[in-house]
């Protein structure tokens, strides 16, 4: 069965307005939850970083917003996602993308699982006012409240 956006991200995996100065600093502050709790491993981060620098900024997959992610046997101990506000938007050199203030990472453990909560994930992607209001919110509750649009 595939686990819904708002089921991975929980309130501990929300980062708010964190200050970072390059995307490789971006990629590590939005896993250290997922490092946290043992869903990830230090070779994840790493294998997330190392994609992008041997294929480009592709997971920039939207006008100001990232999905970093990498290969399930990289380092996924389990499913999960977190998120990470921008204090400041950064570049990934992304040509036509950046800059980019909102980051997702997801740890995906096989093909399939996390499939309903990319579907959730695709919406946020082509909804800047919705990603926007994401980036202004001042809490972690606040923050989840747009996200599960609740009033």
């Known amino acids: 069965m595939s686990t819904a956006l708002t089921d991975l991200i929980t309130d501990d995996r929300v980062v708010i307005h964190r200050d970072v100065a390059t995307w ?3 990629i590590a502050a939005v896993a250290e939850p997922l490092l946290a709790d043992g ?4 070779e994840y981060v790493e294998a997330m970083i190392d994609a992008v620098h041997r294929f480009g ?3 920039v997959l939207s006008p100001h ?3 970093a992610h ?4 990289a380092g996924v101990n389990r499913q999960a996602m977190s998120v990470m ?3 400041h938007p950064i570049s990934f050199d992304h040509p036509e993308n950046d800059p980019v203030d909102i980051v997702f990472c997801l740890a995906a453990v096989d093909a399939d699982s996390h499939i ?9 992607a082509g909804d800047r006012p919705l990603q926007e209001q994401l980036v202004a919110a001042a809490t972690i509750q606040e923050f989840q409240r747009i996200l599960r649009r609740e009033g």
Do not use: C, H
Request: net charge neutral; hydrophobic share 50%; aromatic share 6%.
């Open 39 to 42: 869903s990830i491993t230090d």
């Open 116 to 124: 309903q909560a990319l579907k959730e994930f695709v919406v946020i």
């Open 85 to 87: 506000t921008l204090k």
């Open 24 to 26: 490789q600093q971006a």
């Open 57 to 59: 900024p592709y997971i």
């Open 70 to 73: 990498a290969r399930p046997e």
């Open 65 to 67: 917003l990232v999905l």
